[in-house]
């Protein structure tokens, strides 16, 4: 952006180069004040930004973040060429990279919003840089995981890197703005990606719950179970949304609801696409735009730049604007807000794709069903079950089993490319420092499993089994998954020669990397069998009147 331009959102300027002469031979960035004589010249609807073509709150707010962000540039640049007779190659203006956000600029080939000097050039003769991908974005679309977010997940690092907090910090001016918020929540990592502290960036605004990825959820789930589980959930959390979506960007289930509700609420006001790092905002937006497209020659035409979607947390480094909406107000992705205490915020970059599944989950049970009907006929009773065991999960999760009743079974939803291995937990030790980077991935390779830091978080669990017609409990792991805790006999309606215990306490120890979270929930309802044993909370007629309802 042009000085001139910055001045309008950092501080009024008055550039008058007689009286800075000694300033021509270098680059700088000059802050004055303009008299007052100098203002009259503006309308009053210009100033307060009032008239009949003002922009909204979230175009001010896109323009003087750029502004900033261009700013910053040409400050860094100056500082690394101050000794140097070479020009400034930092872009002056707003534009952005329509993929990620990021400022555009020719100075750095390894930063977020590089683009080369004759692309540039050509496309400011143009007038045409609100069409430009940068490289980062390019190598992403083709596959290539690149980071660039700073002291997160334990990176080593990179030019231009931009922290977590100048990301959460570039949605801090939302409390203070009418808009509607749409909240995206991965199903899969319901917990993981909740932000459960959404108020301190949303304020008094209204928010639309969505919940993304249902598509992944285990074959024959009833979705109305998982709406209401999903409601109730976020009833615990003592969070009121106008409503709940359940979502797939893939095959575009709930869209239309979404698109409805959106519609209905915004009112004229700005629509911003909130939530954590890496749960499906840049999708979700694509989705909207294919579904809304046949209808809206905006939503069509925004379809050319679109942004660009990643595995990557930190994707988008910056607000983004669509015009999606023909009846006025603006969509605007946002950078993703990155929580450390996901699985993704340790791993390696490379490493990052085998969290994400790619198809229908489906439950991975230990003891198997095959070792339970074995042991049958072998005769044995299997008196001890898990106890003594150990299982791993990936090179991620440690969950030793101290005590349980001879009929618990774990059941794990979660990535596939993830293996899981039960080892006696005497040799538990021997075994990961062993198999880790080998069978035990991620890490991937034994290189980066001599970096890594290990399994450094321990929490024990005592679990309640009561009832043995349904799970005791889920345990999530933040960012990866959950295992369920259920009966062997009602997970593989195995007649027993004797009645099994229906009644006890279990004991568990879960071991995750530091900063990873774990979470005991109220079991989710997957698959068919959780349709049978769900059971809906009765409800008194204030909590109807007050409870969201939700949609798919």
């Not at 304020?203 to 179970?225: M, Q, W």
Request: a positive charge.
């Amino acid at each position: 952006m042009a000085l001139k331009t910055l001045s309008t959102f950092l501080t009024p300027l008055s550039f008058t180069v007689p009286k800075f002469p000694y300033l021509l031979n270098k680059p700088c960035l000059i802050l004055c004040e303009v008299p007052r004589s100098q203002k009259s010249h503006f309308s009053a609807a210009e100033s307060e930004g009032t008239g009949a073509a003002a922009p909204s709150p979230g175009e001010k707010f896109l323009e003087r973040q750029q502004s900033i962000d261009a700013a910053k540039l040409i400050l860094k640049d100056k500082n690394k060429n101050e000794n140097k007779k070479k020009p400034l190659k930092a872009s002056k203006s707003v534009a952005s990279c329509y993929g990620c956000g990021a400022p555009l600029h020719t100075s750095d080939v390894d930063a977020p919003g590089y683009v080369d000097l004759e692309t540039y050039e050509l496309k400011k003769k143009h007038r045409q840089l609100r069409t430009v991908l940068c490289r980062r974005c390019r190598l992403l679309s083709h596959g290539q995981m690149i980071t660039a977010v700073g002291g997160h997940g334990g990176y080593a690092g990179g030019k231009q890197f931009v922290t977590a907090e100048e990301l959460r910090e570039k949605l801090s001016h939302l409390r203070h703005e009418k808009a509607l918020i749409v909240k995206l929540v991965d199903i899969v990592d319901f917990n993981g990606s909740f932000l459960s502290r959404v108020r301190d960036l949303a304020g008094a605004n209204p928010i639309i719950l969505v919940v993304t990825k249902v598509d992944l959820l285990p074959r024959d789930t009833d979705l109305n179970c998982v709406g209401d589980w999903v409601v109730e959930a976020t009833t615990r959390k003592k969070l009121n949304v106008l409503s709940v979506h359940l979502t797939s960007s893939k095959s575009l289930v709930g869209m239309s609801g979404v698109i409805s509700e959106i519609q209905k609420e915004k009112k004229g006001r700005d629509v911003y696409i909130l939530g954590s790092a890496n749960v499906g905002k840049s999708a979700f937006i694509n989705a909207f735009l294919k579904t809304t497209a046949i209808n809206d020659p905006v939503a069509a035409a925004a379809q050319r730049y679109k942004p660009i979607q990643s595995a990557v947390p930190g994707t988008t480094l910056g607000p983004i604007q669509i015009n999606a909406f023909l009846g006025g107000g603006k969509l605007y992705d946002t950078p993703g807000v990155h929580l450390y205490h996901r699985q993704s915020a340790v791993v390696h970059s490379e490493d990052l794709p085998s969290l994400a599944p790619q198809s229908r989950l489906r439950g991975r049970s230990f003891p198997s069903s095959q070792v339970f009907s074995d042991s049958k006929e072998e005769g044995s009773s299997m008196m001890n079950g898990l106890n003594a065991f150990s299982i791993f999960w990936g090179g991620l999760v440690r969950i030793d089993v101290l005590k349980v009743l001879p009929e618990t079974c774990l059941t794990f939803y979660g990535p596939k490319r993830l293996p899981i291995h039960m080892v006696p937990t005497e040799k538990a030790d021997e075994f990961y420092q062993k198999e880790l980077g080998v069978l035990l991935t991620p890490p991937s390779g034994r290189e980066k499993a001599e970096n890594w830091r290990g399994l450094e978080s321990e929490r024990k669990l005592q679990i309640k089994f009561e009832d043995v017609a349904r799970p005791a409990c889920d345990i999530a792991i933040s960012g990866l998954g959950w295992f369920t805790v259920e009966p062997v006999g009602r997970s593989f309606k195995i007649s027993q020669p004797k009645p099994i215990e229906t009644a006890g306490e279990l004991l568990l120890a879960v071991h995750v990397p530091g900063p990873v979270e774990i979470f005991v929930r109220t079991p989710i309802p997957v698959g068919k069998a959780g349709s049978e044993w769900y059971q809906y909370r009765e409800l008194t007629e204030k909590e109807e009147e007050m409870r969201p309802k939700w949609h798919f």
